[in-house]
């Protein structure tokens, strides 16, 4: 018998996002993303899997049980964030002269969102959720009171598949074997990760 003692989840770290340049005809191109943007303004993200669970039933018992997950939703919590990217993933129309337009129907653009989640004892989680959408963000306001008080928001990002296997985030984890040797958190959110062929990229660049 083996007993194990996993690391407890400490505190959330930065947000990381990068926005997708897409191709010609408009689509998701995962080979070209824009400079990645770090933020340090989270307070904590809750994090839904939206999808069902498939139980196949024969000679009158569970033969297999299988796991469709169609996309993830995250709520960030944030102290604040920057308005002009706010805008761009909602969709708005920014013009020239700093006018902005919102509502009515916006084709909201596609970009890459990551998260570092910290453990007790020094141990990293790092994620890359390649293929995302802003899907609602609150806007909420209150008067200011004798001492000062949070006044958060919540953006709430959908994250879809982006390969054929219907996946939708990539990570690494250090209590995970095989965690690369020398990876930081700057080396492995300068890009958004979409393959193995991208984190080997960004490890030997490190080595």
């Known amino acids: 018998m083996k007993t194990k003692r996993p690391m407890m989840k400490e505190t959330v770290g930065a947000q990381y ?8 005809d408009g689509n998701v191109d995962y080979t070209t993303y824009e400079d990645t943007i770090k933020t340090e303004v989270v307070k904590q993200i809750g994090t839904t899997e939206n999808g069902d669970t498939t139980t196949v039933r024969a000679s009158g018992k569970d033969y297999a049980s299988f796991n469709q997950v169609s996309s993830t939703d995250l709520e960030v919590e944030v102290v604040a964030f920057p308005q002009e990217d ?12 700093g006018l902005v337009s919102s509502g009515g129907t916006k084709e909201r653009p596609y970009f890459a969102y990551g998260k570092v989640v ?3 004892g020094g141990g990293v989680r790092f994620d890359w959720y390649p293929k995302c959408q802003v899907i609602e963000n609150t806007d909420d306001i209150a008067t200011s009171e004798d001492s000062f008080s949070e006044q958060n928001d919540t ?6 598949a982006f390969n054929e296997k219907g996946e939708n985030k990539n990570y690494v984890d250090s209590s995970i074997t095989g965690f690369p040797e020398g990876l930081t958190e700057e080396k ?11 984190l080997d990229a960004v490890v030997a660049e490190s080595a």
Request: charged content about 20%; aromatic content about 12%; cysteine-free.
């Open 17 to 24: 996002y990068a926005f997708n340049t897409p191709d010609e």
């Open 86 to 97: 706010l805008a761009r993933m909602r969709g708005e129309n920014i013009a020239t002269n």
């Open 118 to 120: 910290k453990l007790v």
């Open 155 to 160: 953006v709430t990002i959908r994250a879809y």
């Open 188 to 198: 492995f959110f300068s890009k958004p990760i979409v393959t193995s062929a991208d």
